[in-house]
């Protein structure tokens, strides 16, 4: 009944408003989950909060907090190790005052439900429902054998960020990997953590040339080129053209340094602008140091791409290895290099790989089939 009629009565006043709650339009998939909410509760008015873009009308606290970031986090911004804008978002000040003005601006209005992306504010109202997507945690670094512990936030962010988790009626995750972060570094009954995954904001709609596998073009994507382990993929390309002269490496999103042959750099692309490469690549590699759920990786494997990645994260929720890809370890250029050069030495079994990688994660990962799953569970606690 409540699918059918989408809304709560209110004395005799119809509810059919549910707010969407965002840190910020970007990245792309803040967008995602909001087009793909839409079209699972078309009878529904979504009332869309951007932090961000409140925060910038109050200059004041803009300076405030950033002085506060620079306050708790200064030797760790010096030493590039966490970058000003993730320190002006962590914050206590952040989290409070964010917080503050989300549940006053829920106040106003009568919503269905809340639904917050992201976990670095509490977008929860006492009373009204409230649903988390997100695809990580702070204290699942910890299980990534490369973080530096030095980035550790302190523990009065770690309480406010269980209280997200307690105050939610439901938390949607992107993994098994921040599922289980959720149960079992914040104690939350596992009943209410579900993991419904995450699309690919670059879908492909093209068809794909088969002859691309033996075109010996290797893939990278990513915008932060240390933690996506791009010193690793160099290192590991330098011996890859020791067997294979002719393969190339094309860099997209990053502007690194590079002295090796063979490599083409792009740097930072429209996301409009992204199918091409996908298109014409053989292989995707990602070596990351840390990755809660790369969506290039779905990408990827939307265009028929054999993945080599770091067995870390969400990677071992999508792939299977030697069957639609390789999982390797952090920080093992020679291993990487080992598996690339496998690939490449067969052309056959890429299109093997890719292949088997899309019939694998083509149904469950898409955004409509997360918003589906969200939708399932949201009506079902309603």
């Not at 370890?329 to 690339?340: G, M, R, S, Y």
Request: proline share 5%.
């Amino acid at each position: 009944m409540l699918e059918m009629n989408l809304g709560m009565d209110e004395g005799n006043k119809r509810i059919n408003r549910i707010a969407y709650i965002r840190p910020a339009s970007w990245p792309p998939a803040n967008e995602s989950v909001l087009i793909s909410l839409q079209k699972q509760f078309p009878q529904a008015e979504i009332d869309v909060i951007t932090i961000m873009e409140i925060l910038k009308k109050q200059p004041a606290f803009l300076i405030l907090n950033s002085l506060s970031a620079i306050f708790h986090y200064g030797g760790n911004i010096l030493s590039q190790r966490i970058d000003l804008r993730r320190a002006f978002q962590r914050t206590t000040k952040f989290f409070d005052y964010t917080s503050h003005l989300i549940r006053e601006r829920l106040s106003k209005k009568d919503y269905l439900f809340s639904f917050q992306i992201q976990s670095i504010f509490d977008g929860s109202l006492l009373g009204l429902p409230h649903f988390v997507y997100t695809d990580h945690t702070h204290l699942a670094n910890l299980l990534y054998p490369s973080f530096d512990r030095r980035k550790l936030l302190p523990e009065s962010w770690i309480q406010r960020e269980k209280a997200i988790y307690e105050n939610a009626r439901i938390v949607f995750t992107r993994s098994a990997h921040i599922t289980n972060s959720v149960i079992s570094q914040y104690s939350i009954p596992a009943g209410k953590v579900k993991c419904v995954y995450y699309g690919a904001n670059v879908p492909n709609h093209s068809e794909l040339d088969p002859d691309r596998y033996a075109q010996k073009n290797i893939l990278f994507v990513g915008i932060n080129w240390q933690r996506k382990g791009g010193d690793d993929l160099l290192k590991a390309f330098e011996i890859v053209l020791k067997v294979h002269p002719d393969a190339t490496l094309t860099i997209v999103g990053s502007s690194p340094v590079v002295n090796l042959p063979n490599v083409k750099l792009i740097g930072r692309v429209p996301i409009e602008e992204m199918n091409k490469y996908y298109e014409q690549a053989s292989i995707f590699c990602l070596p990351t140091t840390l990755e809660p759920s790369a969506v290039a990786y779905i990408e990827a494997q939307s265009f028929r791409l054999p993945l080599v990645v770091t067995n870390i994260g969400a990677a071992p929720d999508l792939i299977v290895n030697g069957e639609n890809g390789y999982l390797v370890d952090v920080h093992n250029p020679t291993q990487l290099a080992i598996a690339l050069i496998r690939l490449l030495d067969d052309p056959h079994l890429c299109e093997q790989m890719g292949n088997a990688g899309y019939e694998r994660t083509h149904e469950i990962y898409n955004w409509d089939s997360v918003a589906k799953r969200m939708k399932a569970q949201i009506l079902a606690s309603l």
